[in-house]
């Protein structure tokens, strides 16, 4: 009678290991790829305190940061009033917080948060918008958040910052050309207003994404995929030598 799990009874006396009735006939590299994603499907999702906590104190940073722009935006608009509508530029100061913490986190929600955090921060320092910037941060979060969504939180290549920026920029611009005091603009300086506001949340985007490299290469981000990955992809010294 064979011995349990089908091994003969001449392979247990010539001292062969044991060999399993059952043996895979599909590469193990397929089975790896089955099991990575059943693994990191869930990780996408479920955020980690060290999620909550470094999405907060960069919430909390830029929120500090907001509040600084909102001091430099009445003299920087002057600067600009010689065409009406060009201080959409400045929009971009209070765009970059979602788009970092979505590109740090990868999570959903992250652009939001972060944002909506900052905007909080901002408002209780003191701006002369008040409360109303908390409306602002969730819908120039959700601007951000919406690309990162589309895209299923798993593509994460240099175009998807900029993207984030235009998606946060186009935000920015139905709000302030509809609910501000640019809403009494005429149509031409709404325009040029909306156009402004856009590049500059694509600006401000380039310049997050390239503050998540820093960071990733100076080790801080260690505990997140966009440090890990970036890690990974960086060539050794030898190899920069060699080639």
């Not at 300086?189 to 500059?200: I, P």
């Not at 503050?211 to 010294?237: D, K, Q, S, W």
């Amino acid at each position: 009678m064979p011995a349990q799990g089908g091994i003969s009874g001449p392979d247990r006396i010539r001292g062969r290991p044991p060999v399993p009735l059952l043996r895979r006939t599909q590469p193990q590299k397929g089975h790896e790829q089955v099991t990575t994603a059943t693994i990191d499907r869930p990780s996408i999702w479920r955020w980690r305190v060290i999620d909550i906590v470094t999405a907060a104190v960069l919430g909390v940073a830029s929120g500090v940061l907001f509040w600084a722009w909102g001091l430099a935006w009445t003299p920087l608009s002057t600067l600009l009033a010689f065409s009406p509508g060009l201080s959409g530029l400045l929009a971009g100061g209070w765009l970059f917080a979602g788009i970092l913490g979505g590109l740090v986190i990868r999570k959903p929600g992250a652009a939001v948060f972060t944002e909506v955090v900052a905007a909080t921060v901002s408002a209780i320092i003191g701006t002369q918008w008040g409360f109303e910037t908390l409306i602002w941060g969730a819908i120039e979060g959700l601007g951000a958040e919406i690309v990162f969504a589309v895209l299923l939180y798993r593509v994460w290549a240099f175009w998807v910052a900029p993207l984030a920026g235009l998606g946060a920029g186009v935000a920015v611009a139905i709000l302030d050309t509809n609910f501000s005091s640019i809403a009494g603009f005429d149509p031409t300086a709404k325009f040029v207003y909306a156009v402004s506001a856009v590049v500059s949340g694509i600006i401000v985007a380039v310049l997050s994404w390239l503050a998540v490299r820093a960071l990733a290469r100076a080790g801080a981000l260690n505990r997140f995929a966009a440090g890990r990955r970036r890690v990974a992809a960086e060539p050794t010294p030898e190899r920069e030598t060699a080639s």
